[in-house]
């Protein structure tokens, strides 16, 4: 069974940074993809970042210039830099993992605050 355990959220302020991690119990490349979700209160979940087991990077257009996937395949970890921190920007941020058959796995979440 995959596990996902995600870390590195909190409290920051406006304009501040965080950087959140996603540790895996597999090899990261064993996906077709990881992503990062965020789901604020009342909002359906959306993906924020994608990368992709080629390195491909995607993201939200609301995140874009601001936030950055990145992995490192040695600590099986998948990372979410994120700068120019909004209050909007306020969630739980889920790590997503795209298995080639089967069902994606999730994270437990990790709650980012910005506070204005």
């Known amino acids: 069974q995959v596990q996902l355990m995600e870390s590195g959220g909190g409290l920051v302020q406006a304009g501040g940074s965080l950087r959140l991690s996603c540790a895996t119990s597999?090899?990261?490349?064993?996906?077709?993809?990881m992503n990062w979700y965020r789901q604020a209160p009342g909002k359906q979940r959306e993906l924020v970042a994608r990368?992709?087991?080629?390195?491909?990077?995607n993201y939200a257009d609301s995140v874009k210039g601001r936030f950055t996937i990145s992995r490192d395949s040695a600590k099986n970890t998948v990372y979410l830099q994120m700068y120019s921190l909004k209050p909007e920007d306020t969630a739980v941020y889920y790590c997503?993992?795209?298995?080639?058959?089967?069902?994606?796995?999730w994270g437990q979440g990790t709650q980012v605050t910005v506070s204005s």
């Open positions: 997503n993992a795209e298995p080639t058959v089967g069902w994606d796995y």
């Open positions: 597999g090899s990261i490349f064993s996906f077709n993809a």
């Open positions: 990368i992709t087991k080629g390195g491909s990077t």
